[in-house]
């Protein structure tokens, strides 16, 4: 179970709550973190595998995060799944442009999350390795 | 100048008004009969002396031969014109004979007055569109409500699967996704609720045909913009003139209206009317020495020219207020000086190198383009204003007054239009879209 962390940044508590159950069951550690203003020094403490990043949060926007982790040299490679309840291509071409690795709209279905996660990570571990 | 067909069904409306025959007609202008025929059934264009000689004959100001009611019918063509244009239809069914719209507006009035008709309509619509789908685009109360429902179907979307696809479940999970399905059920439904009652609250007037400041328009235009009851002693409140004002459909046309009377009732206070049209009689239409006189603002001045009760035979006079942003916040046209419907006006007014200029006074004559070129005397001023207080934000208004211009022409006269899409002047140095109209 190594190797399978992700930062889940949410600050919807029952949506993070359903993705985090998904999550777990499917072998992945899984943190929580709903103020976005936290979510860049958690990133960074706690080095995951991958983040989900919710695009609109109290505190600093998903894009704004997303900005600042592209910024940094030891985090600019980390694998970003962004979500958003805006499912307009205006957002998906925002979130693509500040660097997300993948997007995906609301509502979703469960499986979808998984899959694109575990899609993600690979992608990223073939890249290293390559 | 080009003179016009419709020209000539109006000298023959009143040739025949005046009983006299064609061929005496004919006959003292020096041409024929039948050249005449032609020009009366708007055949031939008639150039300006012979028409100045026709109108000497049956003793007519020319100007009444070649103006017509009309006006509004032609821009309502050409915009019919433009916007096949914009979408591309002209070019598909062959451009319509532009230069020929004064023969089919004289042959065919009917089925002109109907496709201006048509025309006028297809604006409103698109109004309407446009401004539900900048609703739909722009408020905030509609987003957060999408975002809201977003995120409660989510929440109950994913929590719902979890149930039905986890065979082994633990119980306390079961519990907490039961409970999580009741809330989100509740949120979205209270979400709903306040949409629909958000939705019921829109007032039909408020996405209806016309704007408020046009069902302010309609209303003042049909008391003559004149609102005797404000010259009483102790005028009626506000809401008492407007009430059950058909015009008035919609809240903000009613508030728009509101404001309006309260700056015209201040305006009758700090300028009585007797006294000021004794002065105007007495000075002549001088808005800074009428300001003098009253030691009254110029704004007040300029307002309350253009809405005075129309003395018999007098031509009416025109305003045009803008805030800083160019946009017309009053209009009062007159014939021959075209307002456009929508978007922006000419760029030339005098009105807008008013804005550029706060506080300097710009009098000039203009030469406005149309069917007929016409000129107006007009007098445009700039002011700021603070109304949230020294550190609020300045605003500034400008306003133009229209009126009769002085018989002579002047060097330094200046050639406008309406707007750029119905002007016909092709070598314009202001011009920001091309014309719809080939004439130079």
């Known amino acids: 179970m190594s190797g399978k962390h992700v930062l889940l940044v949410e600050d919807e508590p029952h949506i993070a709550e359903a993705i985090r159950f998904i999550l777990t069951r499917a072998g992945w550690k899984v943190s929580l973190e709903a103020d976005g203003a936290q979510a860049y020094a958690r990133i960074g403490s706690e080095r995951p595998d991958a983040v989900i990043l919710d695009l609109m949060l109290p505190g600093s926007s998903g894009l704004d995060i ?48 998984l899959a694109m996660l575990d899609e993600i990570v690979t992608r990223a571990k073939e890249q290293r390795s390559a | 100048m080009a003179r016009s067909a419709l020209t000539g069904t109006r000298i023959r409306e009143r040739r025949t008004a005046l009983r006299i025959k064609q061929a005496d007609l004919a006959r003292s202008v020096g041409i024929s009969p039948a050249y005449l025929n032609l020009i009366e059934h708007n055949r031939r264009r008639v150039g300006d002396e012979l028409l100045g000689q026709i109108a000497g004959a049956m003793a007519v100001d020319p100007v009444a031969l070649s ?64 401004s539900y789908s900048e609703r739909m685009a722009q408020d905030p109360f509609l987003l957060a409500s999408l975002h809201e429902v977003l995120s409660a179907v989510t929440s109950l979307r994913s929590t719902a699967a979890i149930l039905v696809e986890t065979d082994d479940i633990e119980p306390i999970w079961r519990a907490r996704f039961l409970r999580t399905i009741q809330e989100e059920s509740l949120r979205l439904s209270e979400t709903a609720e306040a949409l629909v009652g958000y939705l019921d609250d829109l007032e039909e007037a408020e996405t209806g045909l016309s704007s408020p400041l046009e069902q302010v328009e309609a209303w003042l235009s049909a008391r003559n913009w004149h609102l005797e009851e404000l010259e009483e002693a102790t005028p009626p409140p506000p809401e008492a003139l407007i009430a059950g004002v058909a015009e008035l459909a919609s809240s903000a046309a009613r508030k728009l209206a509101i404001a309006h009377i309260e700056r015209a009732q201040a305006d009758a206070r700090a300028l009585p009317l007797e006294a000021f049209r004794d002065a105007v009689a007495e000075l002549g239409m001088d808005p800074a020495l009428l300001a003098t006189r009253f030691g009254a603002p110029l704004g007040a001045v300029f307002r309350r020219l253009a809405t005075l009760p129309l003395a018999e035979g007098a031509q009416p006079v025109g305003l045009v207020i803008c805030d800083g942003s160019g946009a017309l916040t009053f209009r009062r046209g007159v014939p021959g000086f075209a307002l456009p419907r929508f978007g922006a006006a000419c760029p030339l007014w005098p009105l807008y190198e008013a804005l550029a200029r706060p506080m300097q006074p710009v009098r000039k004559v203009v030469d406005m383009a149309g069917r007929l070129p016409e000129r107006f005397l007009t007098y445009a001023i700039c002011q700021p204003s603070q109304p949230g207080g020294f550190d609020g934000p300045v605003l500034m208004e400008a306003m133009m007054l229209i009126l009769p211009p002085p018989p002579e022409r002047a060097p330094g006269e200046r050639a406008i239009g309406s707007s750029c899409r119905i002007c016909p002047r092709g070598e314009c140095a202001g011009r920001r879209e091309p014309s719809i109209l080939s004439e130079a």
């Open chain 1, 66 to 113: 997303l900005t600042s982790l592209r910024g940094d040299a030891t985090l600019a490679e980390l694998p970003v799944l962004m979500l958003s309840a805006r499912g307009q291509v205006r957002d998906r071409d925002a979130a693509t442009r500040a660097g997300a690795t993948a997007f995906l709209a609301k509502p979703f279905a469960n499986g979808d999350v």
């Open chain 2, 67 to 130: 103006e017509g009611a009309e006006g509004a019918l032609f821009d309502g063509l050409r915009e019919a014109v433009a916007g096949a244009e914009a979408e591309g239809g002209a070019h598909m069914a062959g451009m319509p004979e532009l230069e020929r719209i004064e023969e089919f507006v004289g042959r065919f009035p009917g089925w002109a007055a109907i496709l201006a008709g048509r025309q006028a309509r297809v604006n409103a619509l698109e109004r309407v569109v446009e």
